[in-house]
Structure formats: structure tokens, C-alpha cells
């Protein structure tokens, strides 16, 4: 047993892959980019045996955090992450929701940026963080390294790459740090990526077209 479980919970028109993680043994929880539909998540969470105990962010594009202040609001939990180069995102969030046609959300701050190698725990479950800009300059994935899953936002997709045409985006950057933070890790590792099916390192290694 890994003693990490995880359940994907799509939100927003988008179809962002929001994870509900929890530590079996203590089961302590949290949200992985909580994009939307509040309500929805929330009534997962409730039906269970779970304690919400943070919210974890990969990146600050709306239809990862959109939900995060309004959660903040009703439950009190603490925000980590991203790093805080996104900061200018999370600040942004009126200007998301009109250029994405999001409605508008609650503001927040993270308590907590995350840089390379810190770690964030989940009960007695920790999952270390890279940081990995490119699509947004301050992204980081979280790897659990007992259960060989990686939690990747908008870096990797199964068979693509994130965007980097939105502001501050840099694709050598992306490129640099999948190469560097990611595929160097073992081919069976998995991934949740922030959209679409789960995959696993060594496919992408084998059958992405942008990696090859």
C-alpha cells in the first residue's frame, strides 16, 4: 500500500482534472487545484470520511484556483503553493475570469509559496515539490514517491506539452524543465495531468511527439 488514495474530480468547462488526496491512515485530505464548481467538491468531500485539511495549487490559472478563496471562505484551510512567481496570476484572477469567460471568483493568497525540493504533507503522506516554469513561470508538480505519482498540472499531458502563449510563458522553459525535472525519473512513474488521461513517464518518453 502506498497510503496515499486519490480520487479526480473534473471541473469547469475545461475539464480540469481536480484531485481529492488523502492519507489512508490518518484520513487527512486535500485538494489538488480546485478550479471550480465549489459546491460539487465540496458535496464529494462531505460524502465521505475524509477532514479537508489544505488546499495544494500547481499553478495560478482560474480553472486551477477558482474554487481555492471561495473554499478558504467556508472552511478555513491554508493555501500552498505555487511558487510565487505566479503570484501575478492569483492577483489577476477579475482579469481571468473576463478573458477566460469564467465567472467571477474569490480572491486569496496562498499561505504558503513552495519551491524546489520543499515538501507538502498530507496526514503522514508527503509529496516532494518541483518546480517546473514554463507554462506559467512560477508551476510546480508534487510528486509522491511511495505511490510513483506525480501530480502535474498543465506540464505534461498524455501525448502533449502545456501551452506557453499565454503571458510569461516560455517554451524552451517548458521543454527545459520536463527534461530536467521529469523524464529523468523513472519510466513507471504516473502522472494526473490537468487535463485529459493519466499516463505514465515512460510513455510519454516513448510516445509524445513534442519530447521526441
Avoid at 506557453?164 to 519510466?187: C, K, M, V, W, Y
Wanted: hydrophobic content about 35%.
Amino acid at each position: 500500500m502506498s497510503g496515499l488514495s486519490y480520487r479526480i474530480c473534473p471541473v469547469t468547462p475545461f475539464v480540469q482534472n481536480c484531485s481529492l488526496i488523502w492519507c489512508e491512515t490518518t484520513r487527512q485530505a486535500a485538494f489538488v487545484d480546485p478550479g471550480g464548481e465549489v459546491d460539487r467538491l465540496l458535496g464529494i468531500l462531505e460524502k465521505t470520511d475524509l477532514t479537508l485539511t489544505k488546499i495544494i495549487l500547481t499553478h495560478g490559472h482560474i480553472d486551477h484556483v477558482g474554487a481555492t478563496g471561495e473554499m478558504v471562505k467556508r472552511l478555513g484551510v491554508p493555501v500552498e503553493g505555487p511558487h510565487e512567481d505566479d503570484l501575478f496570476w492569483i492577483e489577476a484572477l477579475d482579469e481571468q475570469s473576463h478573458y477566460f469567460n469564467f465567472p467571477k471568483v474569490s480572491s486569496f493568497l496562498p499561505n504558503r509559496w513552495l519551491f524546489q525540493g520543499d515538501e507538502v504533507t498530507v496526514g503522514e503522506q508527503t509529496l516532494q515539490v518541483r518546480h517546473c516554469p514554463g507554462h506559467t513561470p512560477g508551476h510546480v508538480v508534487l510528486i509522491h514517491k511511495l505511490s510513483r505519482r506525480i501530480w502535474m498540472g498543465d506540464v505534461l499531458f498524455q501525448g502533449s506539452i502545456g501551452r506557453t502563449d499565454f503571458p510569461r510563458g516560455n517554451h524552451a522553459q517548458l521543454l527545459e524543465s520536463i527534461h530536467t525535472q521529469l523524464l529523468l525519473l523513472d519510466d513507471d512513474f504516473a502522472f494526473v495531468p490537468g487535463h485529459g488521461p493519466e499516463s505514465t513517464i515512460g510513455h510519454e518518453k516513448q510516445h509524445n511527439p513534442f519530447l521526441q
